[in-house]
Every structure is written in C-alpha cells, then in structure tokens.
C-alpha cells in the first residue's frame, strides 16, 4: 500500500488573514480595553474604584 502524498502547507491562507486580524484588532479590541480601563475609575475625582 502506498503511502497518501503529502498536501502542501497552505501558507497563503494565512498571508491574507494577518491583516483582517490587524484591522480586527485595531477597530474592536482596542477600543475595548479604553472603555474597560475607564470603567474603573469615577468621574468625579478621577480616583481607582
């Protein structure tokens, strides 16, 4: 029995997905962490809850 020919590694696949999680990234995650870091301190004096 011959053995199965090995698929070649599909490194395109992820040349065009690194940007898409960049741009992820920039637009939701970040954003994210500014608004849970100001949710940890008061309006009023500025001070760490």
Same mark, same amino acid.
């Given at each position: 029995?011959?053995? &199965? =020919?090995?698929r070649? $590694?599909?490194?395109?696949?992820?040349?065009f !997905? &690194?940007?898409?999680? !960049?741009v992820?990234?920039?637009?939701m995650? !970040? =954003?994210?962490a500014g608004?849970l870091? !100001?949710s940890l $301190?008061r309006?009023?004096d500025q001070?760490?809850?």
């Amino acid at each position: 029995m011959a053995a &199965a =020919p090995k698929r070649p $590694f599909r490194w395109h696949i992820g040349v065009f !997905l &690194a940007p898409a999680v !960049l741009v992820y990234t920039a637009i939701m995650i !970040l =954003p994210l962490a500014g608004t849970l870091q !100001l949710s940890l $301190f008061r309006n009023i004096d500025q001070s760490q809850v």
